[in-house]
């Protein structure tokens, strides 16, 4: 009962939610899926103003469904020049294998939605029909604007303290984001002691303890896991990983091949690709930023910025040990299926269950 008034809160027949993925979820995938009846969705967090709007028309045009636009709602990054520079000393012989030099400088590649006003500007006038937000919440009179505006409203929570701030905010859903899941983690203070909450564990607690409905997300790969989800109390199954394979995705050949071989196998929880912690393939960069002894990275997202200097050296060469490869634990589980073909899948595996 509870899963049946969530979708028809977000206007979709399917409990399958798309993650957002930044950099890897296109208006194709986000379209295939909302067509296939699921929610399909857009993640913008890095996007300039011009190219998101771009990327909802671009969806829009592909779909008249519903699809949720998910934007990262982090502190404002703290430039300290004697950690950056400590973080690119550290990086310097990643540099001197690629042989390029150490950039001068490093800067955070984008602002938090909390000080963007053209974005919210800009989902004010498009109106996409849900809005999600991951590291945080907006401040409570932009949550009261895009609610006025008829857009349905979810965060992303890593434990419980997140999850009562979310229902507090007065949002319609929470995504409950266990240890398990590929890519940046949400948690609201990235500093903060991490119980490392396991899905399963994290989706209990909520449902037991906060009002509003739940969305189960990390290292669910298929339909058995959604039905799992739903059985723990979850209205929804929000799959990221899952969906990387899709020919409508914008994961390059390098990241499938990954994806596809035994490093899909071995996954780690890293802060150091991008200044906060998220999970991705194991690969030279973390083996060396993460080696016992190194320094902190610099703030979210300013070490980005060296990660994909980094990377966009190498990668000219063919090298691409050093890309931000973001998977869950459950990676080895994906299938290279089209979008719609993965959705009937896992309905099929879910009812049959
Ligand atoms: C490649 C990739 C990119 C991601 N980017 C975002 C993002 O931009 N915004 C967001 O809220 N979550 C992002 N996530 C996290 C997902 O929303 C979700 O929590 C996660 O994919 C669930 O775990 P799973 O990958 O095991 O399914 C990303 C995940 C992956 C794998």
């Given at each position: 009962?509870?899963?049946?008034?969530?979708?028809?809160?977000?206007g979709?027949?399917?409990p399958?939610?798309?993650?957002p993925?930044?950099?890897?979820?296109?208006?194709?995938?986000?379209?295939?899926?909302?067509?296939?009846?699921?929610?399909?969705?857009?993640g913008?967090?890095?996007?300039?103003?011009?190219?998101?709007?771009?990327?909802?028309?671009?969806?829009?045009?592909?779909?008249?469904?519903?699809?949720?636009?998910?934007?990262?709602?982090?502190?404002?990054?703290?430039?300290?020049?004697?950690?950056?520079?400590?973080?690119?000393?550290?990086?310097?012989?990643?540099?001197?294998?690629?042989?390029?030099?150490?950039?001068?400088?490093?800067?955070?590649?984008y602002?938090?939605?909390?000080?963007?006003?053209?974005?919210?500007?800009?989902?004010l006038?498009?109106?996409?029909?849900?809005?999600?937000?991951h590291?945080g919440?907006?401040?409570?009179e932009?949550?009261?604007?895009?609610?006025?505006?008829?857009?349905?409203?979810?965060?992303?929570?890593?434990?419980?303290?997140?999850?009562?701030?979310?229902?507090?905010a007065?949002?319609?859903?929470?995504?409950?984001?266990g240890?398990?899941?590929?890519?940046?983690?949400?948690?609201?203070?990235?500093?903060?002691?991490?119980?490392?909450?396991?899905?399963?564990?994290?989706?209990?607690?909520?449902?037991?303890?906060?009002?509003?409905?739940?969305?189960?997300?990390?290292?669910?790969?298929?339909?058995?896991?959604?039905?799992?989800?739903?059985?723990?109390?979850a209205?929804?199954?929000?799959?990221?990983?899952?969906?990387?394979?899709?020919?409508?995705?914008?994961?390059?050949?390098?990241?499938?091949?990954?994806?596809?071989?035994?490093?899909?196998?071995?996954?780690r929880?890293?802060?150091?690709?991008?200044?906060?912690?998220?999970?991705?393939?194991?690969?030279?960069?973390?083996?060396?930023?993460d080696?016992?002894?190194?320094?902190?990275?610099?703030?979210?997202?300013?070490?980005?910025?060296?990660?994909?200097?980094?990377?966009?050296?190498?990668?000219q060469?063919?090298?691409?040990?050093?890309?931000?490869?973001?998977?869950?634990?459950?990676?080895?589980?994906?299938?290279?299926?089209?979008?719609?073909e993965?959705?009937q899948?896992?309905?099929?595996?879910?009812?049959?269950?």
């Amino acid at each position: 009962m509870a899963t049946s008034s969530f979708l028809d809160r977000l206007g979709i027949d399917l409990p399958i939610i798309q993650a957002p993925m930044a950099g890897v979820a296109t208006p194709q995938l986000a379209a295939a899926v909302c067509n296939a009846g699921g929610l399909g969705s857009l993640g913008i967090g890095p996007s300039p103003v011009d190219q998101a709007r771009q990327m909802i028309e671009q969806t829009r045009a592909l779909t008249d469904r519903p699809f949720n636009i998910n934007l990262f709602c982090h502190a404002p990054a703290q430039p300290d020049a004697a950690r950056e520079a400590a973080w690119l000393q550290h990086l310097a012989p990643l540099f001197a294998e690629v042989g390029v030099p150490v950039p001068a400088s490093i800067q955070a590649g984008y602002p938090s939605f909390i000080e963007d006003d053209q974005i919210f500007d800009m989902l004010l006038a498009t109106r996409p029909a849900v809005v999600s937000f991951h590291f945080g919440l907006p401040s409570a009179e932009r949550i009261q604007a895009l609610q006025q505006a008829g857009i349905c409203l979810l965060a992303t929570a890593t434990n419980l303290t997140e999850a009562r701030q979310i229902e507090q905010a007065g949002l319609d859903g929470i995504v409950a984001q266990g240890f398990e899941a590929g890519g940046h983690r949400g948690m609201f203070d990235p500093t903060a002691e991490d119980e490392q909450l396991s899905t399963a564990v994290l989706v209990r607690l909520l449902v037991q303890q906060v009002s509003l409905p739940v969305i189960s997300a990390g290292g669910i790969m298929d339909g058995q896991g959604i039905r799992a989800a739903l059985d723990l109390g979850a209205a929804a199954a929000q799959l990221g990983t899952a969906f990387i394979l899709c020919p409508e995705s914008s994961a390059n050949d390098a990241y499938r091949q990954a994806l596809q071989s035994e490093r899909a196998a071995t996954t780690r929880m890293t802060a150091s690709l991008s200044g906060r912690p998220a999970r991705g393939m194991l690969n030279r960069f973390i083996a060396h930023a993460d080696a016992p002894g190194s320094p902190a990275p610099a703030d979210y997202p300013i070490a980005y910025d060296a990660a994909k200097q980094l990377h966009a050296a190498a990668s000219q060469q063919g090298n691409h040990a050093f890309a931000a490869q973001w998977a869950g634990q459950g990676a080895p589980l994906a299938r290279a299926l089209p979008a719609a073909e993965l959705v009937q899948q896992l309905v099929k595996e879910w009812r049959g269950a």
